[in-house]
Protein backbone atom coordinates (compact mmCIF):
# COMPACT_ATOMS: atom_id res chain seq x y z
CA UNK A 1 0.00 0.00 0.00
CA UNK A 2 1.10 3.81 -1.17
CA UNK A 3 1.19 6.33 2.09
CA UNK A 4 0.39 9.60 1.10
CA UNK A 5 0.78 12.96 2.59
CA UNK A 6 -2.47 13.38 4.39
CA UNK A 7 -2.16 9.95 6.18
CA UNK A 8 0.42 11.87 8.43
CA UNK A 9 -1.78 14.68 9.04
CA UNK A 10 -3.21 13.97 12.49
CA UNK A 11 -5.11 16.58 14.96
CA UNK A 12 -2.90 16.73 18.07
CA UNK A 13 0.90 16.36 16.99
CA UNK A 14 2.21 16.59 20.46
CA UNK A 15 0.11 12.79 20.79
CA UNK A 16 1.49 9.19 20.98
CA UNK A 17 -1.84 7.72 20.07
CA UNK A 18 -2.53 6.70 15.88
CA UNK A 19 -3.95 9.30 13.82
CA UNK A 20 -7.00 6.71 13.84
CA UNK A 21 -7.42 6.96 17.92
CA UNK A 22 -6.74 11.08 17.37
CA UNK A 23 -9.42 11.60 15.01
CA UNK A 24 -12.00 9.03 17.07
CA UNK A 25 -11.33 11.17 19.84
CA UNK A 26 -11.64 14.44 18.12
CA UNK A 27 -14.97 14.43 16.67
CA UNK A 28 -16.10 12.43 20.41
CA UNK A 29 -14.95 15.81 21.25
CA UNK A 30 -17.30 17.77 19.19
CA UNK A 31 -20.20 15.45 18.40
CA UNK A 32 -22.70 17.69 20.26
CA UNK A 33 -21.57 20.92 18.73
CA UNK A 34 -20.86 18.71 15.14
CA UNK A 35 -24.00 19.41 13.10
CA UNK A 36 -24.70 22.69 14.09
CA UNK A 37 -20.68 24.11 13.15
CA UNK A 38 -21.57 22.38 9.39
CA UNK A 39 -24.57 24.01 9.15
CA UNK A 40 -23.24 27.38 10.38
CA UNK A 41 -19.52 27.47 8.89
CA UNK A 42 -21.07 26.33 5.45
CA UNK A 43 -23.99 28.43 5.57
CA UNK A 44 -26.11 25.12 4.91
CA UNK A 45 -24.23 24.89 1.74
CA UNK A 46 -22.97 21.27 2.99
CA UNK A 47 -26.79 19.60 3.04
CA UNK A 48 -27.04 20.72 -0.73
CA UNK A 49 -23.59 18.72 -1.44
CA UNK A 50 -24.50 15.40 0.33
CA UNK A 51 -27.58 16.13 -1.78
CA UNK A 52 -25.77 16.37 -4.92
CA UNK A 53 -23.70 13.06 -4.53
CA UNK A 54 -26.78 11.37 -3.13
CA UNK A 55 -27.74 11.93 -6.89
CA UNK A 56 -25.07 10.12 -8.06
CA UNK A 57 -26.74 7.10 -7.05
CA UNK A 58 -30.28 7.68 -8.63
CA UNK A 59 -29.30 5.21 -11.30
CA UNK A 60 -28.28 2.02 -9.60
CA UNK A 61 -31.64 2.42 -7.05
CA UNK A 62 -29.56 1.03 -4.56
CA UNK A 63 -31.19 -1.48 -1.72
CA UNK A 64 -28.55 -1.56 0.37
CA UNK A 65 -26.13 0.93 1.47
CA UNK A 66 -22.75 1.06 3.42
CA UNK A 67 -22.13 4.54 4.33
CA UNK A 68 -18.43 4.85 5.88
CA UNK A 69 -17.84 7.49 8.33
CA UNK A 70 -20.94 8.32 8.73
CA UNK A 71 -20.81 10.87 11.55
CA UNK A 72 -23.72 11.82 12.93
CA UNK A 73 -25.67 9.96 9.70
CA UNK A 74 -26.78 13.18 7.79
CA UNK A 75 -25.86 11.30 4.67
CA UNK A 76 -27.63 8.15 5.47
CA UNK A 77 -30.82 9.97 6.35
CA UNK A 78 -30.75 11.86 3.77
CA UNK A 79 -30.16 8.92 1.47
CA UNK A 80 -33.13 7.16 2.95
CA UNK A 81 -35.37 10.24 2.51
CA UNK A 82 -33.80 10.46 -1.43
CA UNK A 83 -33.38 6.71 -2.66
CA UNK A 84 -35.94 4.31 -0.32
CA UNK A 85 -33.46 1.50 0.01
CA UNK A 86 -34.35 -1.38 2.14
CA UNK A 87 -31.37 -1.03 4.80
CA UNK A 88 -28.61 1.62 5.29
CA UNK A 89 -25.93 0.85 7.33
CA UNK A 90 -23.28 3.48 8.42
CA UNK A 91 -20.38 3.13 10.45
CA UNK A 92 -17.62 5.27 12.44
CA UNK A 93 -14.78 4.97 14.64
CA UNK A 94 -16.37 8.21 17.20
CA UNK A 95 -19.04 6.32 19.68
CA UNK A 96 -19.89 10.53 20.31
CA UNK A 97 -21.15 10.85 16.80
CA UNK A 98 -22.43 7.65 16.39
CA UNK A 99 -24.59 8.43 19.54
CA UNK A 100 -25.97 12.06 18.25
CA UNK A 101 -26.52 10.14 15.08
CA UNK A 102 -28.74 7.44 16.57
CA UNK A 103 -30.64 9.87 18.27
CA UNK A 104 -31.71 11.73 15.13
CA UNK A 105 -32.51 8.27 13.76
CA UNK A 106 -35.26 7.41 16.40
CA UNK A 107 -36.55 11.32 16.28
CA UNK A 108 -37.12 10.63 12.52
CA UNK A 109 -38.46 6.69 12.98
CA UNK A 110 -36.04 5.68 10.66
CA UNK A 111 -34.32 2.93 13.17
CA UNK A 112 -36.26 -0.23 10.72
CA UNK A 113 -33.93 1.10 7.87
CA UNK A 114 -31.09 2.96 9.48
CA UNK A 115 -28.41 1.28 11.69
CA UNK A 116 -25.35 2.47 13.22
CA UNK A 117 -22.30 0.40 14.39
CA UNK A 118 -18.96 1.09 16.02
CA UNK A 119 -16.52 0.51 12.68
CA UNK A 120 -13.27 0.76 11.27
CA UNK A 121 -13.18 1.72 6.93
CA UNK A 122 -9.80 -0.03 7.01
CA UNK A 123 -11.41 -3.12 8.90
CA UNK A 124 -15.43 -3.23 7.52
CA UNK A 125 -17.03 -6.00 8.86
CA UNK A 126 -18.59 -7.63 6.21
CA UNK A 127 -18.55 -10.21 4.04
CA UNK A 128 -17.27 -9.57 0.36
CA UNK A 129 -20.04 -8.35 -2.17
CA UNK A 130 -22.40 -7.35 0.42
CA UNK A 131 -23.62 -3.90 -0.60
CA UNK A 132 -25.03 -2.16 -3.49
CA UNK A 133 -23.51 1.01 -2.87
CA UNK A 134 -21.09 2.82 -0.61
CA UNK A 135 -20.88 6.57 0.81
CA UNK A 136 -18.09 8.30 2.37
CA UNK A 137 -19.01 12.11 3.05
CA UNK A 138 -15.95 14.32 4.12
CA UNK A 139 -14.81 10.91 5.83
CA UNK A 140 -11.46 10.18 3.71
CA UNK A 141 -9.35 12.64 4.64
CA UNK A 142 -9.95 10.90 8.30
CA UNK A 143 -8.48 7.76 7.22
CA UNK A 144 -5.53 6.55 8.40
CA UNK A 145 -4.44 4.52 5.04
CA UNK A 146 -6.23 5.67 2.53
CA UNK A 147 -5.45 2.94 -0.10
CA UNK A 148 -6.14 0.16 2.83
CA UNK A 149 -9.66 1.84 3.63
CA UNK A 150 -10.57 1.91 -0.37
CA UNK A 151 -9.79 -1.66 -1.08
CA UNK A 152 -11.73 -2.56 1.66
CA UNK A 153 -14.81 -0.37 0.55
CA UNK A 154 -14.05 -2.03 -2.90
CA UNK A 155 -14.19 -5.51 -1.15
CA UNK A 156 -17.51 -5.27 0.25
CA UNK A 157 -19.51 -3.86 -2.92
CA UNK A 158 -21.05 -6.06 -5.12
CA UNK A 159 -19.78 -6.60 -8.63
CA UNK A 160 -21.81 -2.97 -10.48
CA UNK A 161 -22.24 -1.06 -6.75
CA UNK A 162 -20.95 2.27 -7.12
CA UNK A 163 -18.77 4.57 -4.51
CA UNK A 164 -19.45 7.98 -4.17
CA UNK A 165 -17.03 9.79 -2.03
CA UNK A 166 -17.95 13.79 -1.00
CA UNK A 167 -14.82 15.37 0.00
CA UNK A 168 -13.56 19.10 -0.03
CA UNK A 169 -10.61 20.29 -1.87
CA UNK A 170 -8.60 23.66 -2.96
CA UNK A 171 -10.00 26.10 -5.41
CA UNK A 172 -8.03 27.49 -7.76
CA UNK A 173 -9.83 30.49 -8.97
CA UNK A 174 -7.35 33.35 -8.42
CA UNK A 175 -10.40 35.38 -6.85
CA UNK A 176 -11.62 32.57 -4.74
CA UNK A 177 -8.23 31.47 -3.81
CA UNK A 178 -7.46 34.07 -0.99
CA UNK A 179 -10.86 34.33 0.72
CA UNK A 180 -10.60 30.82 0.98
CA UNK A 181 -7.11 30.32 2.46
CA UNK A 182 -8.54 33.45 5.11
CA UNK A 183 -11.74 31.31 5.64
CA UNK A 184 -9.86 28.25 6.18
CA UNK A 185 -7.05 29.77 8.75
CA UNK A 186 -8.38 32.51 10.41
CA UNK A 187 -12.60 32.21 10.58
CA UNK A 188 -13.06 28.35 10.93
CA UNK A 189 -10.34 27.34 14.00
CA UNK A 190 -11.87 30.48 15.48
CA UNK A 191 -15.47 29.44 14.98
CA UNK A 192 -15.02 26.17 15.81
CA UNK A 193 -12.54 27.16 19.17
CA UNK A 194 -15.57 29.66 20.06
CA UNK A 195 -18.37 27.01 19.87
CA UNK A 196 -16.56 23.89 20.69
CA UNK A 197 -13.69 24.93 22.25
CA UNK A 198 -11.53 22.64 20.33
CA UNK A 199 -9.62 24.92 18.05
CA UNK A 200 -7.49 21.56 16.56
CA UNK A 201 -10.22 20.18 14.98
CA UNK A 202 -10.88 23.15 12.73
CA UNK A 203 -7.21 23.23 12.47
CA UNK A 204 -6.98 19.86 11.66
CA UNK A 205 -9.27 20.05 9.10
CA UNK A 206 -7.32 22.95 6.47
CA UNK A 207 -3.85 20.83 6.69
CA UNK A 208 -5.72 17.52 5.82
CA UNK A 209 -7.23 19.51 2.80
CA UNK A 210 -4.05 20.84 2.01
CA UNK A 211 -2.31 17.36 1.76
CA UNK A 212 -5.34 15.42 0.36
CA UNK A 213 -4.64 13.99 -3.42
CA UNK A 214 -7.96 15.66 -4.84
CA UNK A 215 -9.62 15.62 -8.70
CA UNK A 216 -7.52 13.17 -10.97
CA UNK A 217 -4.99 12.18 -8.33
CA UNK A 218 -8.11 10.89 -6.57
CA UNK A 219 -9.31 9.37 -9.28
CA UNK A 220 -6.02 7.89 -10.05
CA UNK A 221 -6.29 5.74 -7.20
CA UNK A 222 -9.43 4.31 -7.18
CA UNK A 223 -8.34 2.83 -10.83
CA UNK A 224 -5.35 1.54 -9.41
CA UNK A 225 -7.30 0.15 -6.65
CA UNK A 226 -9.50 -1.44 -8.93
CA UNK A 227 -12.54 0.64 -9.54
CA UNK A 228 -14.00 1.07 -12.66
CA UNK A 229 -15.34 4.55 -14.79
CA UNK A 230 -14.02 6.96 -11.90
CA UNK A 231 -15.13 10.32 -12.18
CA UNK A 232 -14.32 13.71 -10.69
CA UNK A 233 -17.07 16.34 -10.28
CA UNK A 234 -16.16 19.78 -8.63
CA UNK A 235 -18.75 22.09 -6.68
CA UNK A 236 -19.05 25.61 -5.79
CA UNK A 237 -15.84 27.16 -7.30
CA UNK A 238 -13.85 24.11 -6.15
CA UNK A 239 -14.24 23.77 -2.60
CA UNK A 240 -15.82 20.64 -3.00
CA UNK A 241 -15.89 17.62 -4.88
CA UNK A 242 -17.82 14.08 -5.58
CA UNK A 243 -15.91 10.92 -6.81
CA UNK A 244 -17.63 8.27 -8.20
CA UNK A 245 -16.05 4.90 -9.28
CA UNK A 246 -17.99 1.58 -9.68
CA UNK A 247 -17.30 -2.08 -9.01
Known amino acids: MTDF ?8 KDSELSKKEQVAGMFDDIACKYDFLNRFLSAG ?13 KDIAPKKILDVATGTADVA ?8 PDKITGIDISDGM ?10 LRLTDRIELLNGDSEAINFNDNTFDAVTVAFGVRNFQHLEKGLSEILRVLKPGGKLVVLEFSKPG ?11 MKVVTPNMGKLFSKNRHAYKYLDESIKKFPEGKNFTQILDNIGFKKTISKSLSLGICSIYCGIK
Open 45 to 57: IDLRWRKKAIGYL
Open 173 to 183: LPFVKPLYTFY
Open 77 to 84: IMAAHLLN
Open 98 to 107: LEVGRKKIEK
Open 5 to 12: AHDTIVPY
